[in-house]
Nanobody, 124 residues
Framework: QVQLVESGGGLVQTGGSLRLSCAAS????????MGWYRQAPGKQRELVAA???????NYADSVKGRFTISVDNAKNTMYLQMDSLKPEDTAVYYC??????????????????WGQGTQVTVSS
């Protein structure tokens, strides 16, 4: 059974940085296409970053150049480094198998259960 636990969210001012972590059991990140998603109030959950084979990365246009997704294979932990944060980045962030499209690249991961997510709030 796959279990994913997100952490690292918080309150930060515009222009600040946060690093989110995703710890997993029951899945090996380096063998899957993994993604970070976010869901803002009143909006659908969206895929914002993905990493395949722990190396190849893709980003939504809205976060490209500001967010960096990475995997520590030894710890089987995935990260999302978020820099130059904006108020529109405010959302609950989740990790899961990648499913969706980023800049023309399609990910067909299965729909699975979601963790609790971690809240990111960017104040103006």
């Amino acid at each position: 059974q796959v279990q994913l636990v997100e952490s690292g969210g918080g309150l930060v001012q515009t222009g600040g940085s946060l690093r989110l972590s995703c710890a997993a059991s029951g899945i090996i990140f380096s063998r899957n296409a993994m993604g970070w998603y976010r869901q803002a109030p009143g909006k659908q959950r969206e895929l914002v970053a993905a990493v395949t084979s722990a190396v190849n990365t893709n980003y939504a246009d809205s976060v490209k150049g500001r967010f960096t997704i990475s995997v520590d294979n030894a710890k089987n932990t995935m990260y999302l480094q978020m820099d130059s944060l904006k108020p529109e980045d405010t959302a609950v962030y989740y990790c899961n198998l990648a499913r969706g499209v980023l800049s023309g690249t399609y990910f067909y991961g299965p729909s699975g259960s979601w963790g609790q997510g971690t809240q990111v709030t960017v104040s103006s």
